[in-house]
DNA sequence: GTGAATTCCTACCATATTACTATGCTTTCA
DNA sequence: TGAAAGCATAGTAATATGGTAGGAATTCAC
């Protein structure tokens, strides 16, 4: 049950915008106030781009800057984006057999909790 | 952030001899029941009877059952011994570089509220 | 307008994990 | 005594992880 580190660097990244925010950050300076290995954080953050939380401008003196203000940008939102979907298990498919998936109910309420933590934390409280 | 079938099959085979608690259970009752595969069932459940959550009686018309009554079970302990230990991360050998580690409070906050969520769950609420 | 600094793109790679399967031994009861 | 159960260990194909490599495209400072 362990996140991986995109999530874990997908966040720090995240962060280290915020804290610069409304200014911009380039890899360089995230990956060494990070110490996170540029190239693969590179790749990391080209999902963020793809998925709208920050812009990117290219060139010399070019770099990242959030999309949004820190206040309007959860935890959530950068970890599913980086991780996938939050717990989705036990569709029916796997358990049809059994009368009732018990399982299921383990499942369903933890997503619910893990969403409603992950969502309420805001950028601007990591900074 | 999914969870491995470990965990599904480890809790599904849990509330399946949950059910006939105090009686016993073999593999092949509880792989035709849930549909799990006999012979992966038979090393995930190892794990369970190593870690004091069933006995097994071996033999002819051996089986397994709960060593404790399902009430004193929780969903928590199951998957934990199934998956390791929940979000452990950020023991600060990771982001010692960055001042503060940002994303520790998200990773604390997280693991608690799983923790609290899935230990509150006893098997006996999954019958 | 040239060159250096930056992002962007794609492919590769080594390792670990997952979800099994295979084989055979050991134990126990009918 | 033999069949039915658990126990132990090793193998294996597929996928995910955590990167690296190389270079193309873009943009700004000069």
């Known amino acids: 049950m362990q996140f991986s580190t995109k999530a874990e660097y ?66 959530g939102e950068v970890i599913e984006i980086m991780e996938g979907p939050i717990v989705s298990k036990c569709d029916g498919s796997n358990c049809m057999k059994a009368k009732v998936c018990a399982s299921s109910l383990v499942w369903n309420k933890l997503a619910f909790q893990i969403k409603k933590t992950l969502f309420a934390i805001k950028l601007s409280e990591l900074i």
Request: proline share 3%; glycine share 8%.
């Open 10 to 75: 997908g966040l720090r990244a995240m962060v280290a915008l915020a804290r610069a925010y409304p200014a911009q950050k380039n890899i360089t300076e995230i990956s060494e106030a990070e110490n996170i290995s540029a190239k693969y954080l590179e790749t990391l953050i080209g999902k963020l781009r793809k998925n709208n939380l920050v812009k990117s401008q290219k060139g010399k003196s070019g770099g990242y800057t959030l999309i949004k203000n820190p206040k309007q940008i959860s935890a």
